[in-house]
């Protein structure tokens, strides 16, 4: 079974402390909020993020695990327990496939923006976001931005910052899942975390800024979907992420503005 991510930490500068060396020597560990507070560490947008329910990704993990029920037969002799635990782990291993997929299409983005060498066995996806950008008059200016502010008490990347007809935009890529025929669907804590990027990015939000996100779909090569934020729509969302990270300072005990 797939283990939880672990919580990104980032120091007021933007460099990030994932890891923190061992006592003993032996190598490194993940950075816990004991080490956050200690360190004065701001957590990743999306750590926060987390204490928002995502239902639509709860359903999709639950859809494998009822696929894999399906296709898979049942051992003579294996008990209730053995056999859930069994098809669990079995369609965890189908997620973690799709999360290494994502991330290797997303790593050949990042390479092909930054005009590097990229991975050409993810060409369809690359091609298909490069021409969805030249048909939407999207420019990207620069990318893997590493974000950070002490006021707001948060940090994290952004995977572009771009120019377009309508003024400046925080962009990011989502590689997911698509149903042939029906429109993408997307979670709401998405527009949220561009409206972070966005506050930190530009420090007030104009009119003219933008944020979007691209949902490439890893099953479905070539189909790009999108998601459009105007700035009074980031502005509504980076007020919503005001009140839940005050909730997410109480739950840990910790405010990183005060650090």
């Not at 993990?61 to 098809?87: H, L, M, P, W």
């Not at 390479?111 to 690359?126: A, I, L, Q, R, S």
């Not at 030249?134 to 120019?163: F, M, Y």
Request: net charge neutral; glycine share 6%.
């Amino acid at each position: 079974m797939a283990k939880p991510t672990a919580e990104h930490w980032y120091a007021s500068d933007g460099t990030a402390v994932f890891e923190q060396p061992k006592k003993d020597g032996s190598g490194m560990r993940p950075t816990t909020i004991r080490d956050a507070k200690a360190l004065g560490l701001l957590p990743s947008v999306t750590s926060v993020l987390k204490l928002l329910s995502k239902d639509t990704l709860t359903d999709w993990k639950v859809s494998e695990a009822v696929k894999q029920a399906i296709i898979s037969t049942r051992f003579n002799g294996e008990d209730d327990k053995t056999y859930i635990s069994r098809i669990i782990a079995q369609s965890m291993e189908q997620v973690d496939e799709a999360a290494k997929l994502g991330t290797a299409i997303h790593k050949a983005l990042e390479k092909y923006f930054g005009n590097e060498e990229y991975d050409h066995t993810y060409e369809v996806y690359v091609q298909a976001v490069a021409k969805w950008m030249n048909d939407n008059g999207v420019h990207p200016l620069s990318r893997e931005v590493r974000l950070a502010s002490k006021q707001i008490g948060v940090a994290g990347t952004t995977d572009l910052v771009c120019d377009t007809a309508s003024g400046l935009a925080i962009g990011d890529f989502k590689c997911s899942k698509t149903v042939p025929g029906k429109p993408k669907l997307t979670y709401e804590d998405q527009k949220t975390q561009i409206a972070v990027y966005a506050k930190i990015q530009f420090g007030q939000i104009e009119d003219f800024h933008r944020g979007f996100n691209l949902y490439v779909s890893p099953n479905e090569p070539g189909r790009i979907d999108s998601a459009w934020y105007d700035a009074n729509v980031l502005r509504q969302e980076f007020d919503v992420f005001t009140h839940l990270f005050e909730v997410w300072c109480s739950r840990k005990g910790y405010d990183p503005r005060r650090a």
